[in-house]
């Protein structure tokens, strides 16, 4: 599971407040990425970060703000959570895997967001 | 516009009975087509990745081979614990995008 862990599994919260969802891995990734998963869309990328407070935006960003004060946390915060943002949030890391140095991402156990 | 499209969006199989599953992508400058599985409640799993046309992998029951425009996954005589949902992923840039995926369901 390349050490990853997400907390909280569940939670469910109301329409308006800001939440935080918490990525951590032990084994000194650079990269880790947030991911939305819905049906009908898949997984698609909200932001993702290249090392300690390196962040760049992904397909899905908006509504969704991230930090990475450390190497072994990233953080995603919903700053006013919406009804539409109900959805299962995955992080991932990535690692070297080709002869080109080509990245191979793994994924978290995810987290259920309940926005009501 | 698409970069990844899987098909069919789901597939009922009997036990024993072969069949195969279609990624599709229009990238230009591929540099690798990942497969992953995912169970219910849980992240994906990375399966295989495959880097240029006519590249195989196989692991157990699949298979995974790549064209110029698309890849199949090939299960030989699925078990039902080869029931599950298969994703398939192409990286451009910094990002991987991801198809819907297939539904598998393979019934004893």
């Known amino acids: 599971d390349a050490g990853i862990t997400q907390s909280p599994r569940h939670k469910v919260t109301e329409t308006g407040t800001p939440v935080t969802l918490r990525c951590h891995q032990t084994?000194?990734?650079?990269?880790m990425y947030w991911y939305r998963q819905d049906p009908g869309h898949g997984l698609r990328l909200i932001h993702y970060?290249?090392?300690?407070?390196?962040?760049d935006k992904g397909e899905v960003s908006d509504g969704y703000s991230v930090s990475r004060s450390k190497t072994e946390d990233f953080l995603l915060t919903l700053e006013s959570a919406t009804s539409s943002q109900t959805s299962v949030y995955f992080c991932a890391i990535s690692e070297p895997s080709g002869l080109a140095g080509e990245e191979t991402q793994y994924f978290g156990p995810g987290t259920r967001l309940l926005v009501l | 516009e698409d970069q990844v499209t899987q098909s069919p969006e789901a597939l009922r199989l009997q036990e024993g009975e072969s069949s195969s599953l279609n990624c599709s992508y229009t990238?230009?400058?591929?540099?690798?087509l990942f497969w992953y599985r995912q169970d219910p409640g849980k992240g994906p799993e990375f399966l295989f990745t495959l880097y240029s046309a006519g590249e195989e992998k196989e692991k157990e029951r699949l298979k995974a081979t790549l064209t110029k425009k698309e890849s199949f996954l090939h299960i030989t005589a699925p078990k039902p614990e080869d029931s599950a949902t298969y994703l398939c992923a192409v990286p451009v840039g910094n990002q991987f995008y991801f198809g819907t995926g297939t539904s598998l369901t393979v019934i004893p």
């Open positions: 990238v230009s400058g591929l540099r690798g």
């Open positions: 970060s290249y090392g300690v407070k390196d962040t």
């Open positions: 084994e000194n990734h650079r990269y």
